[in-house]
């Protein structure tokens, strides 16, 4: 199992620019979650996914977009670019809740907003 | 909303010496989970606490979850240069989510 999966590793947009964050896990797990992390700071919820078709806002939505069309599947879209959002960004799956159960973490993508 | 407080925010120790990182939760917590994350890698699942006053340990790990089940605290013996990382504490209210609390970033001196 390659477990959770995320491209690319590095990114550098300039504002206003958009991309997609891709994340990929072949665990079968319903859950997964985005997040976001800032140097000194924790982990932030931005978005998560209970199953496929269903998202729900996390802690920190705005400037994002996620779509679960499969399983496997949880992109994570940034329409407008912004400084703020300079930042490694995890993806994360679980089987269970993720309030219950282990989350499994992706390597990240480190983006940068100019 | 929950908030979970973690300190001290920064650790840094001779190589040998203890290591408590402890997290705090306004709310009650349904269960507490610690990752550990090394530094330029991602979080990794150390261990899941659920009941009141529960102890658990991994080799020089030692895991502890309140009474009330509002605060935990991990404590490593003995310290090695492998221990360097940030370890997050995550508190649940049965929900979805984790809310993860900001740190204790571990360095170990040999």
């Known amino acids: 199992n390659a477990g959770v999966t995320q491209t690319p590793k590095f990114r550098i947009l300039k504002i206003g620019q958009s991309m997609t964050l891709q994340c990929t896990q072949d665990?079968?797990?319903?859950?997964m979650y985005w997040y976001r992390q800032d140097p000194g700071m924790g982990l932030k919820l931005i978005y998560y996914s209970v199953g496929a078709g269903i998202t729900d806002k996390g802690e920190v939505p705005n400037g994002y977009n996620v779509s679960r069309s499969t399983t496997e599947d949880f992109p994570l879209r940034l329409e407008l670019a912004a400084p703020s959002q300079t930042s490694v960004y995890f993806c994360a799956s679980s089987y269970e809740a993720g309030g219950r159960d282990t989350q499994y973490f992706g390597p990240g993508t480190r983006l940068t907003v100019l | 909303g929950q908030q979970v407080m973690q300190i001290p925010q920064y650790q840094h120790v001779q190589e040998g010496e203890d290591f408590t990182t402890y997290c705090n939760s306004s709310t009650t917590l349904s269960n507490i989970q610690w990752y550990k994350q090394r530094p330029g890698g991602h979080p990794v699942f150390l261990i899941q606490?659920?009941?009141?006053?529960e102890v658990k340990k991994q080799k020089r790990l030692t895991f502890q979850f309140g009474e009330a089940k509002k605060n935990s605290s991990l404590h490593i013996t003995a310290t090695q240069t492998t221990d360097v990382g940030t370890y997050f504490c995550a508190g649940s209210n049965s929900g979805y989510a984790l809310n993860f609390g900001k740190g204790t970033s571990l360095l170990v001196t040999p």
């Open positions: 665990m079968n797990h319903n859950y």
């Open positions: 606490l659920v009941k009141s006053g």
